[in-house]
């Protein structure tokens, strides 16, 4: 519900990207802000093939695990497909190759790496080469992302496509797009409400929910579920702040360290989203590769 802006430009971009011109999508924002509903809105609307893969926190640290899990999805999406053998001594560059020839091959074809905060480097470092070589291939990739994630290490910041150039320039390019999202206006959160069985909600109350959440739709949901529905409608003064927003300052504030104290990241976040850079924390160059993409003609 909502974000009408956000699904026609995505569509837009889907289309471009069916009629052979490849584009490369960024989703950013914070936790709950509705990343995953909106890139669902779109998915589940395309017949083409869509490959999705999620970065999960416990596995950052794993070389190769979010593109072998491309692997392994891609080649069902193909008849011919394979997954093939890993190389464990290839390079982000050769595995990149591979990828970008592998969805070239596919066609026609999404690819949503959503919690992409929480990708391995490794991974990122070949997705960002195939994401550098696609042009004329009907191939829509789309990354999607906590600004800064609420990890504690700055080896995870320093992969996440929110603090990375190398990324930020690619979804500012001639086949990027770069989406940040913002809360929902109080009257989405009416019509949010009602659609999650809490149908009591008044214009007021969407506006005290509002004020207390910036319009985070994961937020206002947690908020619903937690008070007593006149306590929303009929009380006066602050909502207390959601446990998922807290939960974010608490994380956003654990990861500030002396490289990125400095860095707007390192604060709590916004309610409102914001582009932003990082100048302290520069991509480091990728691990070592530990594994290859097959060829997908192989
Ligand atoms: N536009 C929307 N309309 C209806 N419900 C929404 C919308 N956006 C988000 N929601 C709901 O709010 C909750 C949080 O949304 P979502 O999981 O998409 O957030 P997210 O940005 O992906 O969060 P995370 O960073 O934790 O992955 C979900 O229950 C989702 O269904
Ligand atoms: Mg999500």
Redesign the pocket.
């Known amino acids: 519900?909502?974000?009408q802006n956000e699904v026609a430009v995505l569509r837009a971009a889907w289309q471009s990207a069916a009629g052979g011109s490849a584009r490369v999508v960024a989703i950013e924002?914070?936790?709950?802000?509705?990343?995953?509903?909106?890139v669902e809105t779109l998915l589940t609307g395309i017949s083409a093939p869509v490959v999705r893969v999620a970065g999960v926190s416990a596995d950052s640290k794993y070389p190769w695990r979010i593109l072998d899990e491309i692997t392994r999805r891609l080649a069902r999406a193909r008849p011919e497909g394979r997954p093939g053998s890993m190389d464990p001594l290839a390079s982000p560059s050769f595995v990149g190759q591979g990828l970008t020839e592998a969805l070239q091959a596919t066609g026609d074809v999404a690819l949503l790496v959503?919690?992409a905060q929480w990708a391995d480097r490794a991974s990122m470092a070949a997705l960002q080469y195939s994401a550098r070589r696609l042009r004329d291939d009907p191939v829509l990739l789309i990354l999607?992302y906590?600004r800064h994630g609420d990890d504690s290490q700055l080896e995870f910041q320093t992969v996440s496509p929110g603090l990375s150039k190398s990324w930020r320039q690619i979804f500012e390019g001639e086949h990027g797009l770069h989406l940040a999202?913002d809360g929902?206006p109080p009257e989405?959160l009416l019509r949010?409400a009602a659609?999650n069985g809490y149908p009591g909600l008044s214009p007021e109350g969407a506006g005290r929910l509002h004020e207390s959440t910036g319009g985070n739709?994961?937020h206002v949901?947690e908020l619903l579920a937690l008070l007593p529905m006149h306590s929303i409608v009929a009380g006066s003064g602050p909502l207390p702040a959601p446990r998922g927003l807290a939960h974010t300052i608490t994380l956003a504030s654990a990861s500030a360290s002396p490289r990125c104290a400095r860095s707007p990241a390192s604060r709590p976040p916004p309610r409102r989203s914001r582009r932003r850079s990082t100048p302290g924390c520069s991509p480091r160059c990728p691990e070592r590769a530990a594994a290859s993409w097959p060829s997908p003609r192989s």
């Open positions: 519900m909502g974000r924002g914070d936790p709950g802000i509705g990343k995953t509903a909106l959503d919690d999607a906590r999202l929902l989405d949010l659609a739709p994961g949901l």
